[in-house]
């Protein structure tokens, strides 16, 4: 039996767990634009439409989103990788790399090539967790990019699913 007294770590576990990848994006009191790499999201209710996202609480993103009160939800396309990974470490000038234009709605910047679909968020509650803020986040407007083919992420590696003749025909038209 496992002596669940130790501490346990989850990462094991959640890679087991692929998920689509998004970035949190959010403009500070001054102007500054944030973002971060987040796996963890999920919808919460339709009605109000609303988000959870987790955000890391040392984070300047998180910060950020919670004195504006205010994000923004890029869902990744499958040739984002590299969007990614320049938002999941510490790149400095990482909006300088990428093509964006500022939320008219208050959240923050829309990664325009990287995204497929973009949702424009005011934060409803906070919650802090041990090392993370939860975020409950209501969506104030969607914006269809592309074609929703979303970049995964599990077992530690980035992929897509295949598109296969028989998935073709389950496909919901996502593009306004």
């Known amino acids: 039996m496992p002596d669940f007294e130790q501490a346990v770590d989850i990462r094991r576990l959640m890679a087991g767990f692929p998920t689509g990848v998004s970035i949190v994006t ?3 009191a001054d102007g500054v634009q944030r973002g971060m790499t987040c796996t963890s999201l999920c919808s919460v209710t339709l009605r109000p439409p609303t988000l959870l996202v987790c955000l890391r609480r040392d984070s300047p993103t998180r910060q950020a989103v919670c004195a504006v009160r205010g994000l923004t939800v890029n869902l990744l396309h499958d040739r984002a990788r590299s969007v990614a990974e320049m ?3 510490a790149v400095p000038d990482r909006f300088e790399r990428v093509p ?5 709605r208050g959240g923050g910047a829309h990664l325009i090539d990287a995204a497929h679909t973009i949702a424009d968020c005011a934060v409803a509650q906070a919650q802090d967790v041990g090392d993370h803020t939860v975020v409950m986040a209501e969506v ?17 590696r980035y992929g897509a699913w295949e598109d296969t003749a028989e998935d073709s025909l389950l496909r919901y038209d996502f593009i306004s």
């Open 26 to 28: 959010a403009t500070d």
């Open 87 to 89: 938002f999941g470490a």
């Open 100 to 104: 964006w234009t500022q939320s008219e």
């Open 140 to 156: 104030v407007a969607l914006h269809h990019m592309r074609e929703p083919v979303p970049l995964l992420y599990g077992m530690r």
